[in-house]
């Protein structure tokens, strides 16, 4: 069972700035998977196979990584991008902790 | 366009079981896995199984393994989620969700979540 760490548990950024948030797994996995998810909603695809924009996500979203560690970073992060965001990857499903994103 | 649209809110008692449903529209629902993620209240998401109606094969979280059953109805386009001998710990919003490979089999597509309590 691969294990996945998100860092940081919480992040605070302020509006305009550029965040990348990181997780780490147990072993190396091809590619990752990561969601959005709002206060009340379902999770949504942000990006899928580590570096590819799910469908309608701003640009100024984008991911990165290989092996045991991938990252997803905000360019300029704006009020709508409060929420908590997960990795996940396939081969064993595990999703990681996540990471409270909370704008100052 | 593609929906999942999953049943209302249980209360269940301690002990007895629950079946949760999630309607599958606007796409081949046998073309696709459908997943089941438990979530409880202000914790982070949990995968528990899949299904691929197709041929109904499926896998499990070990975890939830003896907890969890889940089967698909083709006529109706509708994957369901059994849980049985509820506790507590069961208390939890349960989302449904289909993967493919046109996204890595990545979840693209998410129900609205069922809210399941266990209380006596």
């Known amino acids: 069972q691969i294990v996945l760490t998100q860092s940081p548990a919480i992040m605070s950024a302020s509006l305009g700035e550029e965040i990348t948030l990181t997780c780490s797994a147990s072993s190396s996995v091809s590619y990752m998977h990561w969601y959005q998810q709002k206060s009340g909603t379902s999770p949504k695809l942000l990006i899928y196979s580590t570096s590819n924009l799910a469908s309608g996500v701003p640009s100024r979203f984008s991911g990165s990584g290989s092996g045991t560690f991938y990252s997803l970073t905000i360019s300029s992060v704006e009020a709508e991008d409060a929420a908590d965001y997960y990795c996940?990857?396939?081969?064993?499903?595990?999703f990681g902790g996540g990471t409270k994103l909370e704008i100052k | 366009q593609v929906q999942l649209q999953q049943s209302g809110p249980e209360l269940v008692k301690p002990g007895a079981s629950v079946r949760i449903s999630c309607k599958a529209s606007?796409?081949?629902?046998?073309?696709?896995?459908i997943h089941w993620v438990k979530q409880r209240p202000g914790q982070g998401l949990e995968w528990i199984g899949w299904i691929y109606p197709g041929n109904v094969n499926t896998k499990y979280n070990e975890k939830f393994k003896g907890k969890a059953t889940l089967t698909a109805d083709k006529s109706s386009s509708t994957a369901y989620m059994q849980l049985s001998s509820l506790t507590s710990e069961d208390s939890a919003v349960y989302f449904c969700?289909?993967?493919?490979?046109?996204?890595?089999?990545?979840?693209?597509?998410w129900g609205q979540g069922t809210s399941v309590t266990v209380s006596s």
């Open positions: 606007g796409y081949t629902f046998t073309s696709y896995y």
């Open positions: 996940h990857q396939w081969s064993s499903y595990t």
């Open positions: 969700a289909r993967s493919g490979g046109n996204y890595g089999y990545a979840m693209d597509y």
